[in-house]
């Protein structure tokens, strides 16, 4: 069965700490990325990667930091310096990201609540 | 410059009706316009996509949507809806030419017994 896992699915935090969520695809594509979704609103880019050791900033990158050492995983790490995390966060894959144009394959998500 | 705005935040039928969902958008370039749907506490999934092939683009679960360049709309419908289409429905514009994908803001679709 191919497709993405987010992990968890639920998280707590408490402020002033670090938390790890994890985005592993087996679907074999190049291209991964990081959405937060608030209520009412749509989904934003937070970082996206086109390839192994590469990746780059989106729209809301502040208080967020990534890597992209395996071409199947793409953990997003939700600093002390991010301050308001409290949201659903996304994981996506695509086959490439050069054209932007391809369909992205979602993952469950992972609801980071902040206490 | 891209942006896409979803016209209703909120859109109520009764089950058996038609469902429209509007969409209008701005590109610089041809777009790649998507819609996908996010039923509560999930993961998007694909519903349609359009790529300058054919203006009317069917999708799964029985919805479709049509590109129109010169009204710059690409809304979605289904003839007869069902309950388990309530749900978040997102448009999406992509550049083709570019490096940039835009969600809109979603319309929750509530269908009535």
């Known amino acids: 069965d191919g497709g993405i896992t987010q992990s968890p699915k639920y998280l707590f935090r408490k402020e002033g700490q670090n938390v790890t969520l994890s985005c592993e695809q087996n679907l074999n594509h190049d291209a991964m990325y990081w959405y937060r979704q608030d209520p009412g609103q749509g989904l934003r880019l937070i970082y996206y990667?086109?390839?192994?050791?590469?990746?780059q900033k989106g729209d809301i990158a502040e208080g967020y930091s990534v890597s992209r050492e395996k071409k199947e995983s793409f953990p997003l790490t939700v600093t002390s310096a991010q301050k308001n995390p409290t949201a659903f966060y996304l994981c996506?894959?695509?086959?490439?990201?050069?054209?932007?144009?391809?369909?992205?394959?979602f993952g469950p998500g992972t609801r980071l609540t902040v206490l | 410059a891209q942006s896409v705005t979803q016209l209703d935040s909120h859109v109520s039928v009764s089950e058996g009706t038609p469902v429209l969902l509007r969409c209008n958008y701005s590109s610089s370039y041809s777009p790649s316009l998507f819609w996908y749907v996010q039923h509560p506490n999930k993961g998007l999934q694909l519903l349609l996509k359009?790529?300058?092939?054919?203006?009317l683009v069917k999708g799964i679960n029985g919805f479709e949507a049509e590109f129109k360049k010169s009204e710059t709309s690409f809304h979605l419908t289904k003839p007869s809806a069902h309950m388990s289409d309530a749900a978040e429905y997102f448009c999406?514009?992509?550049?083709?030419?570019?490096?940039?994908?835009?969600f809109g803001a979603g319309t929750r679709l509530f269908v009535k017994a």
């Open positions: 996506a894959s695509s086959i490439e990201s050069s054209r932007f144009a391809d369909t992205q394959y």
């Open positions: 990667s086109q390839i192994v050791n590469d990746f």
């Open positions: 359009y790529t300058s092939a054919a203006t």
């Open positions: 999406v514009v992509s550049n083709s030419g570019g490096f940039k994908t835009i």
